[in-house]
């Protein structure tokens, strides 16, 4: 698969329950090998959108699509077999907060391990090997000693890069981060979001960024997907996020921490308007 090859195809995304109402209202975007964020305020569809991708949805949810397509593949129908077989393969997720998406009961080692077991007949040493080599490849010290560590015993910023280690154990070609740095202190986030852009840009991944921080966002993706209550209404270059046009990405940009700003008040979005441009209703 070249740089220039989609890795995601979706066309008309809809997501709903079974009464009838959608929560993602007919999206369409697509990516290759890049780094895209997608951002937006709480409940606007990021995550649905993200997990979606992961077959992880509830199955009180309905998904629909025209096209639905992960690695040139139709992934709509895949049964849960089928999702098993890619999840954790060729497409991986890092969660928020590894306190409670790493298992409390199990040592590193273990839960690094899993998904070599789960999809890889290796011999023992060389599983031990490969994942002590990952640990080490996300900035681990000591993985020999780390494997036998419990999750309790390492801070927020080393248990973001053992779900790291194990999103990226299998060399996926695609990989979801859903606010990964939103659990941890402010001096590490970039940290993180550096390790894990350096790293998809070492492996020739694509990267699906969900986030909050704008700022992060400019810094660390190439191009910004906006969602705002279930619709897709703005795509840009992360590099234009400050000259963004789009009113309500407007907002978004200068609702971004900023210590010179300190004491002056937020912007107000302006719903009606942001309503005016979309054709939906006010909430």
């Not at 993985?143 to 390492?154: D, E, G, I, N």
């Not at 981060?177 to 979001?193: F, G, I, K, M, N």
Request: glycine content about 8%; hydrophobic content about 40%; some cysteine.
């Amino acid at each position: 698969m070249t740089n220039n090859s989609s890795l995601v195809r979706v066309k008309n995304l809809k997501i709903g329950l079974e009464d009838g109402t959608e929560l993602v209202k007919g999206i369409n975007f697509s990516m290759g090998h890049e780094r895209v964020a997608l951002v937006g305020e709480s409940g606007s569809g990021k995550s649905l959108t993200a997990r979606s991708l992961m077959g992880l949805l509830p199955g009180s949810l309905l998904v629909q699509a025209n096209q639905f397509e992960l690695l040139g593949e139709t992934v709509l129908s895949y049964s849960q077999r089928q999702w098993n077989k890619l999840r954790g393969k060729q497409v991986a997720m890092v969660l928020q907060d590894p306190k409670y998406a790493l298992n409390p009961t199990q040592n590193i080692g273990r839960q690094v391990a899993e998904s070599l077991v789960l999809h890889q007949s290796l011999a023992k040493k060389i599983r031990i090997e490969k994942v002590e080599y990952m640990l080490d490849a996300v900035g681990l010290p000591n993985p020999a000693q780390l494997c036998k560590m419990y999750p309790h015993q390492l801070s927020g910023g080393m248990g973001q890069r053992v779900m790291l280690a194990m999103a990226l154990i299998n060399d996926p070609q695609f990989l979801i981060a859903d606010e990964p740095t939103s659990a941890l202190d402010h001096a590490v986030r970039d940290q993180v979001l550096e390790l894990i852009s350096s790293l998809v840009e070492e492996r020739n991944m694509g990267l699906l960024l969900i986030s909050h921080d704008l700022q992060q966002v400019a810094d660390h993706c190439e191009r910004v997907l906006v969602m705002y209550q279930g619709q897709l209404i703005d795509q840009l270059a992360a590099s234009e996020l400050s000259n963004a046009s789009h009113p309500y990405t407007k907002t978004l940009w200068s609702c971004r921490p900023n210590i010179d700003k300190r004491g002056e008040a937020l912007p107000i979005l302006d719903r009606k308007q942001i309503a005016s441009l979309t054709g939906g209703a006010v909430r």
